[in-house]
């Protein structure tokens, strides 16, 4: 069953059409990373599969039921943009109100356990509007984990954690996906930090879904290449091409050369037309250039 | 101008007894850009606060440009976008601009919003109401508003939050342009110190409110340890080449590292004349983000 | 370190700086809703009480709360200690909802983070001081204006009494005009002093706009003029007997107000967090 199936999700806002005709399926236990540009519509959709705005056509069914379904919409987690907590209250007091609004029976330690989680049971007393970015983004976590929810959606939950934040966050939905089955939607524009977690990509362009890919399928597709420097690197790109097809400079100054497996062959054959390599890599394009390349291509 | 764009010194504030800042020293040069790295919670956003006059310090000193952070003459002249950008959600972004461009005194002020909405690429949205605006739109709200005016010195707190790849590479673009051509001074904080390598000049470590090292780029990368990796299809002549030729030779991980080795063409010739094609030869750098996670852990041990 | 441009700083001056602040608020105001919606108010409250029937007596008959049309300007005399709700509302009324109006301009100026960019580049707290009392004070002006335009208009279509001594009542509107510099300089010290707690300000303001604690020492002191060194106290003297004198007590009740309150304010300002 799939944890997320939307299809043809459709939403204008006057005459602007900000989602059309978008599919989405994200499977159960999945780390979906969902990545576009800003105003591609990302935080759009997740608020409408968290029902915070209605479509305006199209469907979006949550573990197989409509995402109206009360059931399903309770064990929901979200943390979108910021978290929504009352700027005069105690970050605990936060806290509680949300597990009250849950209806979890041992709020108290529910709310002591996941406040660990994030490393913020130092905090708990502080008032919300007296904690910096970094905490705000620490407690809106914490709170989108009360109550063990099925389906977290979350909208750049990276945004001002510091290096050890970023840690306990890839920590923290590892392990749910893993041992609680729960299934994870998390947008961010900081695609070296999503790579490392994500068994899912989704990437959204004006609206559409323009590919979904598993990992392993975005590993697949991306290209091995064998990346050099040298001292005169326009003789070696002159040599290169002469003898491979498919040789391309770099902007950070290196050379390419796509779909070839063999860096031996070319550092010999570089060394007898009298050029010594400096640097000499093979190497895979990431998901950061894959998606460059592919908004790239799309514009032309 | 040889004075500091910031010069502080012993800044300590406390927060209802809590210490934010515990007697902190900063200097950053005219035509810096000065990356401000710390954990959260480590008093950065004070710092920045402070700076901009935003909270009172309870004692230490704060010049900017050699003057007193008070003089009004330099604070017309300060960019800041702190946490988010401070705009009237009902009102439209050209409003907001607007705005902030008559309290800055400017002449041509419709030509200046269009010059820096133009810049961060929000151009066509200028008449959307602020809180209409996406995370990512807000912020380049922001920093356009940080640009009005041609700042002498631009505070930006966490400004690539919510930034999709374009906005950036935008971003990098600006903070070059403004500094080298502007003689503009950036003092910017990030926890994507991937992003912040790129681009910055100096760096300031502040941890538990404190300054706890401050060096330049070049500094830095001098004290990142460097040492060159070679792989071939033999590895075992390769490390018998190596050794003989080279003082400190490792195979470590499957790979022959050789420390101290600035030449790799040196590696290269020599290793072809004993007739081995390398397959693999580049030089290892350890990053900001590691140097300052190994920093972070050493202190933490002391 | 080669730019291709020398840094300088020239130092603004006092008009350049206030001109800069005003230019906002003032921008600020007039594209916005909320001025244009607090005019209406000023304009409907004085007709919609004028046509008001009135209490009943202990006959139980109706008297009308007002024989005469300027009666919802201003009372016939200077009374502290108020009897009847006739006597109490007129166009002092105009502060209470001033008090409101400017509670939510500078709400919205915390709420909205914008004082981040005013407070980087005015280092001199003053100047927003100073800003929000004048265009507070325009505001509550232009508030009385449409107030005795909704008032006039209606004891035109009522039909009530409009003899009166014009001198009188032209010193009357001057002075309580002049009045509202005072009380936009209370009102923004207040929402300076409570700018973390929108509600706070609010009700603080609406309360010290009624009037409250000085017809509560009228109440002990009975109709003692030493009460027209409060704001309250001068904005119900200028009432339909007033002379010259009155408007001079105004000027300078106001004026003195207006500085103490932009003193205190500006000094908090600047010893205190802002944001």
């Not at chain 3, 800069?20 to 409250?45: C, E, K, N, Q, W």
């Not at chain 3, 024989?67 to 009847?84: G, S």
């Amino acid at each position: 069953m799939n944890a997320i199936e939307i299809r043809n999700l459709q939403k204008n806002f006057g005459s602007k059409q900000a989602v059309r005709g978008l599919n989405m399926t994200v499977p159960e236990g999945a780390i979906y990373g969902f990545i576009g540009e800003n105003g591609s519509g990302k935080s759009t959709t997740e608020k409408m599969i968290c029902g915070l705005i209605i479509p305006s056509g199209g469907s979006i069914r949550l573990y197989g039921k409509d995402y109206t379904n009360a059931e399903v919409r309770s064990k929901i987690g979200l943390l979108i943009e910021q978290p929504g907590c009352f700027q005069n209250l105690s970050v605990w007091n936060n806290m509680m109100i949300q597990a009250a609004n849950l209806g979890i029976e041992s709020a108290e330690a529910e709310v002591a356990k996941v406040l660990k989680l994030v490393r913020m049971e130092g905090a708990a007393s502080n008032k919300f509007k007296n904690c910096s970015l970094g905490m705000k983004q620490r407690i809106g976590i914490a709170m989108a984990l009360l109550g063990e929810p099925k389906l977290l959606v979350l909208d750049e939950p990276i945004n001002g954690l510091d290096a050890d934040g970023m840690r306990i966050m890839r920590e923290v939905l590892t392990d749910i996906t893993k041992n609680y089955k729960c299934t994870v939607l998390i947008s961010s524009h900081i695609l070296t930090e999503l790579e490392k977690i994500a068994t899912h990509y989704g990437i959204i362009k004006g609206g559409e879904m323009i590919k979904e890919m598993t990992a392993a399928e975005l590993d697949a597709s991306c290209r091995t290449f064998i990346a050099l420097k040298a001292a005169d690197m326009n003789k070696t790109k002159l040599l290169l091409s002469s003898r491979y097809s498919r040789v391309e400079e770099t902007e950070e100054g290196y050379i390419r050369i796509y779909d070839l497996t063999e860096p031996d062959e070319v550092t010999e054959f570089l060394y007898n037309n009298g050029v010594t390599v400096s640097e000499i890599e093979t190497s895979k394009i990431g998901l950061e250039e894959y998606y460059i390349d592919l908004m790239n291509e799309r514009r032309a | 101008m040889s004075e500091n764009a910031i010069e502080i010194r012993g800044l300590t504030k406390s927060f209802r007894g809590l210490y934010a800042l515990d007697g902190l020293d900063m200097t950053v040069p005219v035509g810096a850009i000065y990356g401000f790295i710390g954990e959260n919670g480590s008093g950065k956003s004070t710092t920045e606060k402070l700076i901009c006059g935003h909270l009172v310090p309870d004692s230490g000193k704060m010049k900017l440009f050699g003057k007193s952070y008070k003089n009004p003459g330099v604070r017309v002249r300060v960019g800041a976008l702190i946490e988010n950008a401070g705009c009237f959600p009902n009102s439209s972004i050209y409003q907001n601009l607007m705005m902030q461009a008559i309290n800055l005194g400017l002449d041509d002020r419709d030509g200046e919003i269009q010059r820096v909405l133009k810049i961060v690429r929000m151009e066509d949205n200028a008449k959307l109401k602020f809180k209409k605006c996406s995370l990512g739109m807000k912020q380049r709200v922001g920093i356009a508003m940080a640009l009005l005016g041609e700042p002498a010195l631009l505070i930006l707190d966490e400004p690539i939050n919510g930034l999709d790849t374009d906005g950036m590479r935008i971003m990098r673009e600006i903070l070059v342009d403004i500094t080298k051509n502007y003689g503009c001074t950036v003092l910017i904080s990030s926890h994507i110190l991937g992003e912040l390598e790129k681009i910055a000049t100096h760096y300031g470590i502040i941890r538990q409110g404190k300054m706890i090292q401050e060096l330049t780029a070049k500094e830095m990368e001098s004290r990142c340890q460097v040492f060159t990796s070679v792989q071939a299809r033999d590895m075992q002549s390769t490390f018998l080449v190596m050794n003989h030729t080279f003082k400190d030779v490792k195979l470590i991980d499957g790979y022959v590292r050789v420390y101290d080795v600035d030449d790799t063409e040196k590696i290269v010739d020599l290793l072809m004349k004993n007739g081995i094609a390398v397959t693999e030869i580049k030089k290892n750098k350890i990053g900001l983000e590691e140097y300052y996670i190994e920093l972070m852990s050493r202190k933490e041990g002391a | 370190m080669t730019h291709t441009r020398e840094l300088t700083f020239e130092n603004p001056g006092f008009y350049k700086r206030l001109k800069g602040m005003l230019g906002v608020d003032f921008y600020r105001l007039f594209h916005t809703p909320m001025y244009y919606i607090f005019l209406a108010i000023a304009a409907i409250i004085p007709a919609m009480v004028l046509s008001m029937g009135g209490q009943p007596n202990a006959q139980g008959e109706v008297v009308k709360l007002y024989e005469n049309t300027w009666n919802i300007i201003a009372a016939d005399t200077p009374l502290y200690v108020i009897k009847n709700i006739g006597e109490y509302a007129n166009m002092n009324m105009v502060f209470i909802f001033g008090g409101i109006m400017v509670s939510i301009f500078i709400g919205h100026d915390y709420k909205s983070g914008y004082v981040k960019q005013l407070f980087t580049t005015h280092s001199l707290k003053s100047d927003y001081m100073m800003s929000k009392s004048i265009v507070g004070a325009f505001s509550m002006m232009c508030m009385c204006l449409t107030y005795l335009a909704g008032g006039v208009f209606a004891g035109v279509l009522t039909g009530a009494d409009m003899s009166v001594n014009a001198g009188s009542l032209l010193i009357a509107i001057l002075g309580k005009m002049i009045m509202s510099l005072g009380w936009a300089s209370l009102y923004t010290m207040l929402n300076v002093i409570f700018r973390r707690y929108f509600g706070v300000s609010i009700t603080s303001s609406f309360v010290i706009g009624t009037g409250i604690p000085v017809i509560g020492a009228a109440a002990v002191l009975g109709n003692n003029s030493a009460l027209n060194i409060f704001l309250y106290g001068s904005s119900v003297n200028a009432c339909l007997s007033s002379n010259i004198g009155t408007l001079v007590t105004c000027i300078a009740v106001s004026c003195v107000w207006a500085v103490v309150y932009n003193i205190v304010g500006s000094v908090i300002l600047s010893r205190c967090d802002v944001y």
